[in-house]
């Protein structure tokens, strides 16, 4: 077994105690209020630290880290929370992990395929747009879309296109933060996620072919997917900023339409026409 596939087996069989040590790593005793003395061997707070300042018992953190316990009250995960610093979303993240917040139900057989009338709809939006499964899998997307990126299209994989493809990097000013966005967005159901042999294989593909997304892996940021401006640096018509917006596909498991919009009448907007009346010309 690789490494890569060895972290996920880690990580599938221990996810509580994975991503209680990956977040303890990131708050300095500083910013847990304790004094630096001296050097330190490991990054972050150490876990009798963690345990005290979350006022319990050292033998029962270590418990839950090593995944000897998955069954932490209300009260010790709001209190580990509060020493590690989690946001509201990454306190929900925890207590899924734990079982205390409902799991979704089981996935069904994968290849769905999106509705007849959704993908009329596709076709007929002015936008670019996709369809997207779980595993960000391109299932459907108008020509628009590919006029925006030939990348985006059916069959393509957005997770390989962007870590893999040095093609990609250039479209996306804000690299950094788009990578860091979409990989927190994976984070936000890998509890679940995780599960599934397609997502499996490429996070773990991922992580040996990836250093970025090793690193993003590695730092357990989640965020739920929701609706973001987006920069991107077109060959043709240049830089513009446009809306990203994803609608989930009714009747269907996992399946979300994706748009990108600009604001009306603006600089954006006309550059978007622009790549329309290239696609016209095209045709």
């Known amino acids: 077994m690789s490494a890569s596939y060895a972290d996920i087996a ?18 300095s005793p500083q910013q847990a209020g304790l004094p630096a003395r001296g050097r330190r061997r490991v990054p972050g707070l150490r876990r009798e630290e963690v345990a005290m300042l979350a006022n319990i018992s050292l033998d029962y953190y270590l418990r839950l880290e090593r995944g000897r316990d998955r069954n932490p009250s209300q009260e010790v995960l709001e209190s580990i929370a509060r020493v590690l610093l989690l946001d509201e979303e990454h306190l929900a993240h925890l207590r899924s992990l734990t079982g205390q917040e409902p799991r ?28 997207e499964d779980r595993s960000f899998d391109i299932v459907a997307s108008n020509a628009k879309a590919r006029a925006l990126s030939p990348r985006l299209a059916e069959g393509r994989n957005q997770l390989e296109d962007i870590f893999l493809d040095p093609h990609e990097v250039p479209l996306y000013p804000d690299w950094d933060v788009v990578t860091g966005c979409l990989v927190a967005g994976v984070r936000q159901a890998a509890a679940h996620a995780l599960d599934e042999p397609r997502l499996g294989e490429l996070i773990a593909e991922l992580i040996r072919k990836s250093p970025r997304f090793r690193e993003l892996w590695g730092q357990h940021d989640v965020r739920s997917q929701r609706g973001a401006a987006l920069r991107i640096d077109h060959p043709q018509v240049g830089e513009m900023t446009l809306h990203r917006e994803r609608l989930a596909v009714t009747g269907t498991e996992g399946l979300t339409l994706v748009v990108l919009h600009a604001d009306p009448s603006s600089d954006d907007a006309d550059k978007l026409a622009r790549l329309d009346s290239a696609l016209v010309r095209t045709a």
């Open 104 to 131: 979704s139900r089981p996935r069904p057989p994968r290849n769905e395929a999106p509705p007849a009338g959704t993908l009329s709809l596709l076709e007929a939006l002015p936008q670019p747009a996709f369809i």
């Open 10 to 27: 880690r990580e599938r069989a221990n996810a509580l105690g994975t991503y209680l040590q990956a977040r303890r790593a990131r708050v």
